[in-house]
């Protein structure tokens, strides 16, 4: 056949067309696959332009094959350097492009997991809870919320008919002498029965409290902190100091305070504590009744009746009123958290209503 | 209890404003309720305590202004002229229970029945009593004075003349002034005649000896009652009255007489009428006064100041009590009007309210070390922390519940002897049902689509031994976790719940959760059962989970044990088995990690597939094997052979081998 007798001179002579005909088609390459197609063109594996002419090499003779094969050689790294350059060329060109048009649109919306949060009273009791940590207070909230007529009324110096009872209507159970418990001050008798380290005493108790009540100030389950210190030698002071120190840690120093003599069966001396109204500053309001105040915890040194039911239930003295004193406040976790946040209906808390809870954001 | 300063004026000269005098009563145990009025016709409204019925009257509120100020407080006038027979002739007494009436006095009063004048008109309307006549008015004014309820009979109409005190008979009935007929069951104290009963003893007169135009003559009595007995009969009768409310709370035994003699007083002042000679008095059995001791060091330390004695005695003997001198100690005599008041407590409260709990020292009792959440508690806010780290809101829901809710099986709940309402009469056995359910459905038809709820709290049951309650955390998820713009809506469903299960788990330490299908209560199936999501009208899926929470706590692991880093890399190889179905995850994790050896440090299951080339009724799982030795690098020959043997143990159990 003529072409297996081609001479290196007739390889040879077709190079410089092979070359125009590359320039000329890599000056029309506009994009990468136009660039694959001139490589396909002129370097593909089977019937590239310049692979071809590779193949014609075998039939020529040694010394031929030699010199026409190193003109090849050169084309060949020549054309590949230049696809190459071409390339980098392009890429570069397309980034460009791309960080002229690639844009976000930074007013969609983010991508946010679930937001969860905590009920706004669990965030203000632990907040009591860890101010008093922070006095040297045990939190002691273990004790039943179903409990009976001595830890609820009789050993907190109320026997049955006695009037007070009236203030706390309280839920029974069916059958038996069951109730559910009307104030955290049934924590107190709990912990003094059950002290590890008699007869001293220093907790808060924290938890859920029920009464027969239900309106805009009053939700039949709430929730209470009661306190308890008892020692030799404590003092109404120590009550007054303990108090004011709780209060400027718990709202900020700027509210006064003011302590008036009051009444609870359980504390004698009785004292109910005010807070300077944190929404008028005191000049007088609705949430004040226009007095600058707003009643915010009860307490009172304990009662020595309480620590003789206590001591008759233990069989022994153990709390000697001779020997030591005590002090003992209560407060309403929904008070503060009502105060804090403006909230005017306590039912709110235990409405399980997503669009309230979710106006809290811890 | 309302207190017109004009009133207040007549006992008690002081020196502050009415805006000032509230304040400082305030201080001292009477807090100011409000003020109406301006200068001479102010009003306070004087929030009395129970404790305090020797306050629920203008003299007493007028006896702690005086010890206030250290003013003097002028005695009432009980000064009046007697006319006619004496009294004893047109009326007798006789008490036939002592035990419900230690004293009883009374007076016959000749009167001129007419309305009251204006003066005293407007004070019983300025306290917020309706005057009615003049001897009701007097009766009245009186007990709002000085404290003292007082009833007037019409003597006409008191048969034979007599009164006799005693228990009500069974089947008996009255009527009362307010016009209901009563039956007189139980332990009901009465004041009857000799056609039977003419009043509710302490609580209200009888419609048949009622004052009337035609009344002449009365017959007044002032009488002090047992309080318990006036208590029990008040709320045995559901009546509740001025007259009631201070004689069950303790009113003063020595008061009846002044009563009758302060009313005969001013019925001859506003000229209506006189008494006639002689009190009627019926006390068989006079209450001495009871004495207490007080000592001074006592006072100071409980208030934790000192405390100067002349002060102290100022203090107690302008408040009625007389103080008598005995070795290192105070006798102290309490006046008949202060029944709270027994013992040397009481007493150090008395100094202490009048020397002012607010100007007190303040100090803070030393701390005799530092304070920690224990264990448990820590744990508990980390699962709070967890929950609403994952997207979680916390609600609380009520602990009562509607006993119809208890959905199927459940075991019987507590209930309730007085519920509110029939929807709150038991106590609820489980967070989720019904009070996560209800949560889920008040929000749903607040038009939410997508919700993630969690709650903390109790649950009640009965035992042998008695009511039980235990603490429970619980989740409700529904929809979307967080819907976005860029992807599909995906809905919870049951391995939300579990993940969230798993998530307390780890961030509790509590080592690996094994979770065994079935043992679920009736209202799941596997999610909630299709009749409870038709009952309560739910639209979509919810997944549920509910935990004891004392036994996740009581499980947390701290602080944790550091393990060294590993030196050497980890070989990573992919597994996918084929089988049945009802093949479980966790059977097949089994066998690899027995097959595999202790090379293998960790299997996870990386994809679970159903769908074609998978023939139906197989199921694809995917496992990734982690193996790694701390100290070495492993060959790629002894990872073959332990992938080898797990192969083959698979096979043996009939499973497919697709990858390795
Ligand atoms: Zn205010």
Redesign the pocket.
Known sequence: MAESRASSEGIVRELPRLRQDFDAALAGVRDGAGLQELRTRFLGRKSGELTLLFGRLGGLKNEERRLAGAELNTLKQEVEARLEARRAELEAGDREERLRHDRVDVTLPGRVGPVGRRHPLTVVREELEDIFLSMGYEVYDSFPEVDDDFHCFEALNMPPDHPARDMQDTFYLEGGDRLLRTHTSTGQIRYMLSNPHPPRVRIICPGKVYRRDDDITHSPMFQQVEGLVVRAGITLADLKGTIEAFLHALFGPQYPIRFRSSFFPYTEPSVETDLG??????????????????EILGSGMVHPAVFEAVNRKLGKVVYDPEEVTGFAFGLGIERVAMMRHGIDDIRLFYGSDLRFLEQFHR | MKVPLSWLREFVEFPAEPRQLGEDLTFVGLALDGLEGRGADAVLDLDVTTNRVDCMNVYGVAREVSVLYDVPLRPLDLSFPEEGPPADQALDVTIEAPDLCPRFCARVLDVRLGPSPAWLRDRLEAVGVRPINNVVDLSNYVMMEMGHPSHAFDLARVPDGRLIVRWARPAERLTTLDGVERALAGRVGVVGGTEGPLALAGIMGGASSEVSDDTRAVALEAAWWDPLSIRRASKALGLHTEASHRFERGADPEAPPAATARVAHLLAKIGAGAARPGLIDRYPAPRPRRATGLRLSRVSAMLGAPVAEPQARQILTGLGFSVKEQAGSWAVEIPSWRSDVSREADLVEEVGRHLGVDRLPSTVPASRGAEGLRPRQSATRAVREALAGAGLTEVINYAFVSDADAGPQAPPRLRLANPLSEEQAALRSSLVMPGLLGTLRANLRHGRRDMRVFELGRVFGATPEGPAEESRVAVLLMGAAAPHWSSERRAADFYDAKGVVELLGRRLGVGALTFVAGGAPGFLHPGLHPDVTEAWELRDEAAVAELELDTLTAAARAPVRFRPLPRSPAVERDLSVIGNEGMTAAEVEARVRKAAGELLKDVSVLKRYARPPIPAGRVSLTFGLVYQDPGRTLTGEEVQASVDRVVAALRAAGLEIRGE
């Open positions: 109204c944190i929404v008028c500053g005191g000049g007088g309001c609705r949430v004040c009744k226009q007095t600058g105040w707003l």
